[in-house]
């Protein structure tokens, strides 16, 4: 018999902190390896977290309430696994920490102490991005005290998309494209699935706009792959997904949340509906799954018929790239020598230029927009 460690896992690529809402087990149960164990309230949402092991619960260390950081220790299970180790020591202050060299020189330059700095790459090495983020945070917490009179301090939430933001903008090289979209025959074919079913179950423009997604990444993988390490270093690529997750934009009480459809391709129209209905209803009660914040490559955000025309909206890290989708009105429009009138929208890509160059991304849109305008099969 051994013991092994649990520790808070990181959820999302901005999380910190954590508050334990409840155990699902208690000291002396049996638990296996991918079973709900706990519920944490992150930023973002009440999530289930599942045991990376297997064994017996021998020892509770984060109670109810408590706030603990990424990487903390909260438990203890009793396994037979061979080789397990028992209660490991920490790292001597000999030991060098595991990091890139230019996480080390960026730390040097900026009294940053990688003891204390969580890694996000292979066997926990702290990578640039890392040791920038722990900058930041470090930098923030020091300007505290000089704060000024009537300052609103932030919400959870609102922290959590202000560091998303920032990361976003001081990591990802981004740059946009854009294109119209005729919307006629997705609306005839919204009008026929409303004929036949409760107007609230009825595909909405999203789901469209989701299905049409998940095909155009099947025919252009390119797109559909995320960036992964330090660009300065010979380690970093970029990381296929396998399938299509897409993510979408849902506005919520004091911030943002974008719950991933993961395996989009594999839906009919209806049922994916039917799906989006369902998660957007439990974002907005802040009852997502860990599972269900990430994995996706691209995102959606549309602000419906109250939003602009035209917008560009920043990449959610670590995905590649994001679509805006500007507000429907009707537009004058010339076709085949004659003059019609049509609903059209701006759709507007933001994409990493480091996963992809413009001739990829106007290829993308192109394709997109050719599903949504019906010249492919639907």
Not at 61 to 81: H, M, P, T
Not at 160 to 168: D, E, P
Not at 248 to 267: I, K, M
């Amino acid at each position: 018999m051994a013991l092994v460690a649990l520790e808070i896992p990181k959820v999302g690529l901005v999380m910190e902190n954590a508050r334990l809402v409840r155990w699902l087990k208690g000291v002396g149960d049996m638990v296996q390896q991918g079973e709900p164990l706990l519920e944490l309230e992150t930023e973002k949402s009440v999530v289930e977290i599942e045991s990376t092991e297997s064994g017996r619960l021998v020892e509770i260390l984060l109670q109810a309430d408590q706030e603990a950081r990424v990487g903390d220790r909260i438990a203890w299970l009793e396994n037979n696994a061979p080789g397990a180790a028992a209660k490991p020591a920490l790292p001597a202050a000999a030991d060098r920490i595991k990091s890139s060299p230019v996480a080390r020189r960026f730390a040097a330059e900026h009294a940053l102490d990688l003891n204390r700095v969580t890694g996000t790459g292979p066997h926990g090495r702290v990578q640039l991005i890392d040791a920038q983020r722990a900058a930041a945070t470090q930098n923030a917490r020091g300007t505290e005290a000089s704060a000024p009179a009537g300052l609103q301090p932030l919400s959870g939430m609102r922290r959590a998309l202000a560091r998303s933001v920032t990361l976003s903008n001081a990591t990802i090289p981004q740059f946009a494209v854009e294109r119209a979209v005729d919307w006629t025959v997705i609306n005839r074919r919204r009008a026929k699935f409303a004929a036949h079913m409760p107007a609230a179950s009825a595909p909405s423009i999203n789901d469209f706009l989701l299905q049409g997604i998940a095909r155009t990444l099947l025919a252009l993988p390119a797109l559909n792959t995320t960036f992964w390490g330090d660009a300065n270093s010979p380690g970093a690529g970029l990381v296929p997904a396998n399938g299509t997750h897409i993510g979408l934009v849902v506005a919520v009480a004091d911030g943002l949340l974008v719950p991933v459809f993961h395996g989009a391709e594999q839906f009919e129209l209806a049922e994916l509906a039917g799906r989006r209905k369902e998660i957007v209803e439990r974002a907005l009660k802040g009852m997502l799954k860990r599972e269900e914040l990430d994995g996706a490559t691209i995102s959606i955000s549309n602000l419906g018929a109250g939003g602009p025309d035209r917008f560009n909206a920043i990449i959610n890290p670590p995905q590649s790239a994001i679509l805006a989708v500007g507000r429907r009105r009707d537009r004058v429009v010339a076709q085949n020598g004659s003059m019609h009138v049509r609903s059209m929208s701006e759709l507007t890509l933001t994409v990493d230029h480091r996963v992809a160059d413009g001739r990829l991304a106007s290829e993308f849109l192109s394709s997109l927009v050719a599903i949504l305008e019906g010249e492919t099969d639907a």
